[in-house]
Nanobody, 122 residues
Framework: VQLQASGGGLVQAGGSLRLSCAAS????????MGWFRQAPGKEREFVAA????????YYAASVKGRFTISRDNAKNVVYLQMNSLKPEDTAAYYC????????????????WGQGTQVTVSS
């Protein structure tokens, strides 16, 4: 499984960004795709996750109502639409994949992409 994250950048507080995670290497039915973030000096934290074969999704409380996870089955891409961004959202964002289960912590995922940096200025 290969995961390629993109879409990060510098944005002012209140702005929006859309991250993409392109997945390849196998059929992703029954996979769960997750987004995590890690700020300097902090542990990697769960942001959102979605099942590949239905629309079941889960969000961290800190982003619920502002972020939306979605996927395009035809393109094998998972998105994270981030609105109303805050300076505390600044972090490296990572996408991850796991077969079958629906983990809400980083240890539950076997496959990871490289990070894409999101910086929100105040």
């Amino acid at each position: 499984v290969q995961l390629q994250a993109s879409g990060g950048g510098l944005v002012q507080a209140g702005g929006s960004l859309r991250l993409s995670c392109a997945a390849s290497g196998r059929t992703f039915s029954n996979y769960v795709m997750g987004w995590f973030r890690q700020a300097p000096g902090k542990e990697r934290e769960f942001v959102a996750a979605i099942r590949w074969n239905d629309n079941g999704a889960y969000y961290a409380a800190s982003v619920k109502g502002r972020f939306t996870i979605s996927r395009d089955n035809a393109k094998n891409v998972v998105y994270l639409q981030m609105n109303s961004l805050k300076p505390e959202d600044t972090a490296a964002y990572y996408c991850a994949a796991e077969y079958g289960s629906f983990p809400l912590n980083a240890k539950g995922y076997d496959y990871w992409g490289q990070g894409t940096q999101v910086t929100v200025s105040s």
